[in-house]
């Protein structure tokens, strides 16, 4: 081989090194990422989304920072309260990276770093609270944690967006207890539920009796009031039809009256229809009878009426 093709070779191995250092200055950052540049190990810039080239040699990337928001669940960590009951609590923190170069330098490990500052913040909320409170007070708990943790974070550039509890564990003794007090209450709610149907359901019968003896009273009234109406309708009919009869009989007499006179009736006739009249009354019927004083007056005219009839028998 000639001194010309040993040159060839060394050249064409000189441009594939030059190619291959130029495409690895390139950079491509996607979205959602950042990118840490160093000059000689000190920082130099914080690359965003897009293409960048580096120089060879003398820079490089320290470090690839995703910004996207990220979940850390830690494993439970044992806490204790105020009334001295040990628990284990389980957190689960929501956070982003919201400075790279703060991120990258400001400590070692930013995760085991929360971590810890959890476990010792949530130690110190749940020391002030009782067993009770702990239980309950969940939120409470998550904002105060997210307070402290985001305060504590902001210099390396993180941002605690949300921090829950995931489980809260107390001893078995404990849960025991809890579960004997949840069955008595459940107990107690159902024997108020069941005091609280029956009170209803009296009331709704004693009202429904009391509708039904309303309505009952109502119609009994109703009734009298119909029946009241009939009699007196009955009664003015009777009236009516005896006032019509009396009215006749009135309207009779006259006209027996008016034919007597128109007859020429004299007084003996007249005398006569009297003691007609007198003998109705006396029939035993009355208790008492008033016999008029020209009673004299009567008999004689009795007597020459008899005359007249013997005297009409003869003839």
């Known amino acids: 081989m000639t001194g010309f093709g040993i040159g060839a070779i060394f050249l064409i191995v000189l441009i594939i090194l030059a190619v291959l250092i130029l495409i690895s200055c390139i950079k491509v950052v996607p979205q959602a990422y950042a990118i840490v540049l160093e000059r000689l190990g000190a920082y130099k810039a914080t690359w965003g989304t897009g293409i960048h080239f580096k120089m060879p040699f003398i820079e490089r990337v320290a470090r690839r920072v995703n910004l996207k928001e990220q979940v850390v669940d830690f494993p439970p ?19 982003q990276i919201t400075d790279p170069k703060l991120y990258a330098y400001g400590v070692e490990n930013p995760i085991m770093a929360i971590e810890n500052l959890s476990a010792t913040t949530l130690r110190n909320i749940i020391g002030d609270m009782e067993l009770d409170e702990t239980l309950t007070s969940r939120e409470v708990i998550n904002t105060k944690m997210r307070a402290s943790l985001d305060v504590a974070t902001d210099p390396w550039g993180i941002k605690v967006n949300r921090v829950e509890l995931k489980n809260i564990i107390p001893p078995a003794a404990i849960q025991e207890a809890m579960e004997k007090q949840m069955k008595a209450e459940r107990e107690r709610r159902e024997a108020i539920l069941i005091a609280e149907g029956q009170k209803r359901s009296a009331i709704l019968v004693a009202e429904g009796k009391k509708e039904s003896a309303i309505l009952d009273a109502e119609a009994e009234k109703q009734a009298a009031i119909l029946r009241a109406e009939a009699q007196k309708e009955k009664m003015i009919k009777e009236a009516e039809g005896q006032a019509e009869a009396v009215l006749k009989v009135q309207n009779a007499n006259a006209e027996g ?42 008999a004689g005219l009795a007597s020459s009426l008899k005359g007249i009839v013997e005297t009409d028998k003869e003839a």
């Open 77 to 95: 960590q044992p806490v204790i309260t105020k009334d001295n009951v040990t628990m284990q609590i389980d957190t689960v923190i929501f956070f």
């Open 257 to 298: 009256i008016r034919m007597i006179r128109e007859a020429g009736a004299d007084e003996a006739v007249l005398t006569l229809k009297s003691l007609e009249a007198f003998a109705k009354a006396a029939d035993g019927k009355a208790t008492k009878i008033i016999i008029p004083s020209d009673i004299q007056g009567i």
